[in-house]
């Protein structure tokens, strides 16, 4: 069974950092991509960060400059490192691993940043 562990979320002011961690244990094939989405109260779910298992990385214009999306292979972890964290980051952070054809999600990890 497919299973992705978050940890890193919590309450940070304005200017401050977090890193968020997202362990996947129980896959079997090849993980082809891993990256954190987004959800703020009203708002829709939004791509922050991807990473390709090869290392090739894309964020969403928000946050280029501040965050930076890591991958331990070995381990199957993805990582966030969030810098400079603004109000507006605050949302429910969803680590996403993408396995052939198939997506899996993360539980979710609240951050609030509070100006």
């Known amino acids: 069974q497919v299973q992705l562990v978050e940890s890193g979320g919590g309450l940070v002011q304005a200017g401050g950092s977090l890193r968020l961690s997202c362990a996947a244990s129980?896959?079997?094939?090849?993980?082809?991509?891993m990256g954190w989405f987004r959800q703020a109260p009203g708002k829709q779910r939004e791509l922050v960060a991807i990473?390709?298992?090869?290392?090739?990385?894309n964020y969403v214009d928000s946050v280029k400059g501040r965050f930076t999306i890591s991958m331990d292979n070995a381990k199957n972890t993805v990582y966030l490192q969030m810098n400079s964290l603004k109000p507006e980051d605050t949302a429910v952070y969803y680590c996403?691993?993408?396995?052939?054809?198939?997506?899996?999600w993360g539980q979710g990890t609240q951050v609030t940043v509070s100006s």
């Open positions: 996403n691993v993408g396995v052939r054809s198939t997506n899996y």
């Open positions: 129980g896959i079997i094939f090849t993980i082809n991509t």
């Open positions: 990473i390709t298992r090869g290392g090739s990385t």
